[in-house]
Each structure stands twice: as structure tokens, then as C-alpha cells.
């Protein structure tokens, strides 16, 4: 839930879900006009605590302005932002302002400020990520039990279906978003407490109340600055997000090539794939979601790096965060929006899916044939070999030449194998190539994956 500033706190504010608004939260504007809700908002507490006289508040929020060419050409000059704003400030306010920032230090202002950026953000990411996961259950269930084979090191493994592979993402990213949540908490926290955190020119109940007007908490003990270990957990989060729809994406762009086509992400009707190729179509929405997952790691490590400050406070960390902070935040709800569009559009090719499940003439059942040979009595090692043995040759006889082209399948050659056929007998071998027992337990993983 969003939450307003100034005059129209007390009301609820839902926010949309869209990259315009995320980008607004990081703007100077926005910044700025936070600053002076803090300031204001505390100005109120010094009042109600008898530190401020009364009348001096409802001055302040009456005039106080913020022009942010004003405010840069004044940081310019004296080379101190919160000063810059202070100054300003007072140009619009007049003498009332001087009790504007009394007992407070710049990052009392900086840190709580970044609390509400960062829980604005994250609320609009949790919006992607939701809206993320509608998508991909809805396709989830709508290729259910359309089978497909599963790969392993890219070479045709076992059957499984379409739907198993995309309730793999859900589950995924389900986690990700309780792992975001517990992260995003820990981070709206902010702090009114001086210069080293010690409360020594105004009370903790003036931060508390402060605080609880911006939906933030307190941070635990402070020293100047909240401690980054919060955003290291924070930027992290938005790290393996990235990371999950990267394993998405590549998923995408491998169904996609030529020699595999079950799969194709949108294709606009005017979409063009190459300058010198006509029939082209290529993965670019995934190729770019997949460059852009590296850049979140790149920040991630870089708010590892913020946590070691000096003693109560550096700000080594700050030049730092006014990069990566909006940056993150952004990539990562421009990615969230764009996978989306990716499943929505997805192309899903039952046909070819079927073709290349058949494209081994059975080899794909070698696994279930050894299980049987093994249920059946024989030793392991003696069964394997015996599945290996006419598996290789079937292999090795087709060459190049497809299974669809070829009179023989695997199956085929079981069926003739004395030995196999003497332990199992013709219906046993017959079950081992069926596809029931590969999809039989899709109910199970759905009801385990998908809340509804």
C-alpha cells in the first residue's frame, strides 16, 4: 500500500503498477519534496514536545516550497545538499524556518528519505512480481499436460510436460518474492536520532512518531546512518530476482533456436529480426532481460561493498547508492514488466514439442526400462548394460537420419532383445514407452505450486 506526503497522509493511496511512477519516486522533484515532509513532520513533534513554538509548524507547512534549480545552483556554491535545501527552504518560509532541522543531522534527513524511496519501490516491484505470476500460472495451467521432453546437460532426458516447466518458474519466483518481502521490511526503517544515533538533542519519541507518519520503522541502534547490512539484503534481493528470470529467459531463447522451435517470445507484426536477414526472428526480449540480470549483480556487489563504513559514518557508501538505488529499482521493475509481456506472448508449439519427444524413436524411456529390468529381479549394473547395450546401437545406426524417417524404433529393437524380452515380457516392455507414468503426478505439483 502507497502512502501520501504533506496534507494528504491520512488518505489511501493504491499505487499503479507502471514504470512512470517507479522513475518518480527517484526524481529530484520527489526527493526533495520527502525531505521537506520529514522536516515538517518533525518540526510538528518539536512543537507538540515544547522544543519549537507553537504556530511555527503550521507557518512551515503553509509556505515552505522546493525549487530544485534553486536548491542545485545553492549546492553548487556551498557544496552541501542538505544545507542547499535548508537554505532555500527559508527563502520561501521566512524566519519560522530556523527551527526547521533543530538537533537533527543530514542523514536523519538522507535515511529516512531513502526508507520511504525504498518502500515505495519495493511495493511497485511487489506489483510486478504478482502480476508476473498471474501470467505464468495462467500459461502454466493452459499447457498443463502438454508433453515435452526435459533435458539434461541440452541432451533429451526424460518426458515431462510443458506445464511441470513453467510451474518450475512460479515456484521460483514465488520464493523470490518471500525472500524480497522479509528484505524490503528490513529496509523501510529510517532514523531522527543526531549525530551519532544517540538521541542527544531530541527524544525517541519524536523519531517514533515521525517514523509511523511515513509507514517506517526505527532503526535498532543507530550510529549517523542506518547500517547498510539492510540494503546488502535489500540489493541482493533484486539480484536473484534478476537471476531467476534470467534462468527463465534462457529457457526461452534455447526452445527458441532453430534445431529446437518448441517455443518462440513475441513477434510484433511489424517486427523486423535483422538487417540482412528477412526471415529472422530472434530473442532480443530475452537476450536483453538476460544482460540486464548481470547489471543487477553488478549492484548487489556494489551494496556488499557500502557495508564497512568507518566508525559512526562515512559516506563512502552514499555516491554509491544515488547510482545503484534508483538504477536497481528500475531495471528491475522494467524487467518484471517486460517477462511478463514475454509469457503473456509466448508462441507454445504442442506439434514440434511432440516431434522432438519422438525425435529419439524412444530413447527417452531408457531410464523407466532400466526400472523395470531392476524391479524385476536383475542387479543393477547387469540391467543397465542390458538397456545400454541395444540404446547405443539404435544410436549409433540412425546417424544423422531422424527417427520419424526410420522404419525401426528403440522400442522396436527392445521388443527383439531376447534378454529384455525374457525378463519382462512384450506388455511390460510396452509400458515402459507409454507417457502416463512420466505426467501422472502433474496434479500433485500443481496443487503444491499454484495457491488456487
Not at 496434479?443 to 495457491?451: H, Y
Request: net charge negative.
Amino acid at each position: 500500500m502507497g502512502f501520501p506526503l504533506g496534507e494528504q497522509r491520512d488518505q489511501i493511496m493504491i499505487p499503479r503498477y507502471s514504470r512512470e511512477e517507479m522513475s518518480s519516486v527517484w526524481s529530484e522533484e520527489e526527493k526533495y519534496r520527502i525531505w521537506l515532509e520529514v522536516e515538517t513532520l518533525a518540526l510538528e513533534e518539536m512543537v507538540r514536545h515544547g522544543l519549537a513554538p507553537e504556530g511555527v509548524e503550521k507557518e512551515v507547512r503553509a509556505k515552505a516550497e522546493v525549487h530544485v534549480k534553486k536548491i542545485q545552483e545553492r549546492e553548487a556554491e556551498i557544496h552541501h545538499d542538505v544545507i542547499a535545501f535548508l537554505d532555500c527552504v527559508a527563502d520561501t518560509v521566512g524566519p519560522a524556518a530556523r527551527f526547521l532541522h533543530r538537533g537533527m543531522t543530514s542523514n536523519d534527513l538522507l535515511d529516512t528519505t531513502f526508507g520511504v524511496q525504498l518502500k515505495r519501490s519495493a511495493e511497485l516491484i511487489d506489483q510486478g512480481i504478482g502480476a508476473l505470476l498471474e501470467s505464468i500460472e495462467r500459461r502454466a495451467r493452459e499447457f498443463k499436460t502438454t508433453p515435452c521432453i526435459g533435458r539434461s546437460h541440452g541432451i533429451h532426458a526424460e518426458p515431462t510436460s510443458f506445464g511441470i516447466k513453467l510451474a518450475t518458474w512460479y515456484a521460483e519466483l514465488a520464493r523470490q518474492r518471500k525472500r524480497f518481502l522479509a528484505a524490503a521490511e528490513e529496509v523501510a526503517v529510517g532514523k531522527i536520532s543526531g549525530p551519532v544515533g544517540t538521541y542527544a538533542s531530541l527524544p525517541p519519541e519524536i523519531e517514533a512518531q515521525v517514523l509511523s507518519a511515513l509507514g517506517l520503522t526505527p532503526e535498532d541502534v543507530a550510529t549517523q546512518v542506518v547500517s547498510r547490512d539492510r540494503h546488502a539484503a535489500f540489493f541482493s534481493s533484486l539480484a536473484q530476482i534478476g537471476g531467476s528470470l534470467e534462468r527463465f529467459c534462457v529457457e526461452v531463447r534455447h526452445l527458441q533456436r532453430t534445431e529446437v522451435g518448441e517455443v518462440e517470445e513475441p513477434f510484433g507484426s511489424g517486427q523486423k529480426g535483422s538487417s540482412a536477414m528477412p526471415h529472422k526472428k530472434n530473442p532480443i526480449l530475452t537476450e536483453n532481460l538476460t544482460g540486464l540480470a548481470r547489471v543487477l549483480r553488478s549492484h548487489a556487489l556494489a551494496a556488499f561493498e557500502n557495508v564497512p563504513l568507518w566508525h559512526e559514518r562515512d559516506i563512502s557508501h552514499s555516491s554509491v547508492e544515488r547510482v545503484i538505488a534508483p538504477d536497481a529499482c528500475i531495471l528491475c521493475d522494467f524487467m518484471l514488466a517486460r517477462m511478463k509481456r514475454v509469457v503473456d506472448g509466448m508462441v507454445v508449439k504442442p506439434e514440434v514439442m511432440e516431434r522432438n519427444l519422438n525425435l529419439t524413436g524412444g530413447l527417452v524411456f531408457s531410464g523407466t526400462l532400466l526400472l523395470a529390468l531392476v524391479d524385476s529381479g536383475i542387479e543393477r549394473d547387469v540391467a543397465y548394460r542390458m538397456v545400454q547395450k541395444p540404446a547405443l546401437e539404435y544410436a549409433q545406426a540412425g546417424g544423422s537420419e531422424s527417427a520419424g524417417a526410420r522404419e525401426e524404433s528403440f522400442r522396436t529393437r527392445v521388443l527383439a532383445d531376447e534378454a529384455i524380452r525374457a525378463a519382462l515380457g512384450e506388455k511390460e516392455i510396452e509400458e515402459c514407452f507409454s507417457l502416463d507414468r512420466h505426467l501422472a503426478h502433474v496434479d500433485l505439483f500443481f496443487e503444491r505450486v499454484f495457491p488456487s
